[in-house]
Nanobody, 126 residues
Framework: QVQLLESGGGSVQAGSSLRLSCAASTRTGNNMAWFRRAPGKEREFVAR??????????WYADSVKGRFTISRDDMLNTLSLEMNSLIPEDTAIYYC???????????????????WGQGTQVTVSA
């Protein structure tokens, strides 16, 4: 069973940067991602990393493209999210997620992921 633990959230002003980290208790599968849930909204995809054929592929939601960077360190079993130029609309609880070795479904759909962290709050004020 993989356990995920996020850290790095906080309260910042618009235009600031934050770096979120997710520590995994063990080596995870090929897919890890960040999702977020804003107040009153459904959990939404933020960014994901997929390893295939010895290569790493990265995907981002349009709303964060160019501002956020996802990265993965398999030596340390960590997933990170560098967030720059934060805006109030980025305010949410951010969750780290991982699939199992076998998965089925859209990798931008939270239901595809088996393992979740408890979340870390990010609040951006205008």
């Amino acid at each position: 069973q993989v356990q995920l633990l996020e850290s790095g959230g906080g309260s910042v002003q618009a235009g600031s940067s934050l770096r979120l980290s997710c520590a995994a208790s063990t080596r995870t599968g090929n897919n890890m991602a960040w999702f977020r849930r804003a107040p009153g909204k459904e959990r939404e995809f933020v960014a994901r990393t997929q390893q295939s054929g010895g290569r790493t592929f990265l995907w981002y939601a349009d709303s964060v493209k160019g501002r956020f960077t996802i990265s993965r360190d398999d030596m340390l079993n960590t997933l990170s999210l560098e967030m720059n130029s934060l805006i109030p609309e980025d305010t949410a609880i951010y969750y780290c997620a991982a699939t199992g070795a076998v998965y089925r479904g859209d990798l931008q759909d939270p239901q595809t992921y088996n393992f979740w962290g408890q979340g870390t709050q990010v609040t951006v004020s205008a």
